[in-house]
């Protein structure tokens, strides 16, 4: 549950025009807790891609904010 509702704030943000660090820092914590508590290949799978994705997106907005 938690994920879900982090990744809806990250899309209204995204939708919005307003991406946040936050936003991306609760999705990647919100990961970590799950993948503590799955020992399942398929999700945990999916929890790499989330959390792969997130730092991507906070390693553009560090290369943005240097830039700026």
């Known amino acids: 549950g ?3 509702d982090e990744l809806d704030r990250l899309k209204l943000g995204l939708l919005g025009g307003d ?3 936050g936003d ?3 999705l990647a914590a ?4 799950q993948r503590d508590a799955t020992h399942e290949p398929g ?3 999916v ?4 959390e792969t994705r997130a ?9 943005g904010r240097r830039t700026a």
Do not use: W
């Open 2 to 4: 938690r994920i879900l």
């Open 19 to 21: 991406l946040e660090e």
């Open 24 to 26: 991306l820092r609760r």
């Open 30 to 33: 919100a990961v970590r807790e």
């Open 43 to 45: 999700l945990e799978a």
């Open 47 to 50: 929890l790499d891609q989330i």
């Open 55 to 63: 730092a991507v997106e906070l390693a553009k907005l560090e290369v």
